[in-house]
């Protein structure tokens, strides 16, 4: 399937083939550590059990802490 996915750490717009099926299954193909993005679809943070559709148009944020 084709989806979008938007990674606003490095300002980067990808169209990709995804084999997967669910954000962790993405996440691990992107090679991205789920404890520093949270993951938006249509303005709505999803969870690493999320299904991922065709033509999903995904958001990674970096998570920022401090103090």
Do not use: C, W
Not at 40 to 47: A, H, Q, S, Y
Request: net charge negative; no cysteine; charged share 30%.
């Amino acid at each position: 399937m084709n989806i979008t996915v938007y990674n606003e750490r490095e300002k980067t717009t990808l169209q990709i083939e995804f084999n997967g099926k669910t954000v962790a299954d993405l996440l691990k193909e992107l090679k991205i550590n789920p404890e520093v993005f949270l993951v938006i679809r249509n303005n709505e943070v999803i969870i690493e059990d999320e299904i991922v559709n065709e033509n999903d148009i995904i958001e990674l944020l970096s998570v920022v802490s401090g103090g």
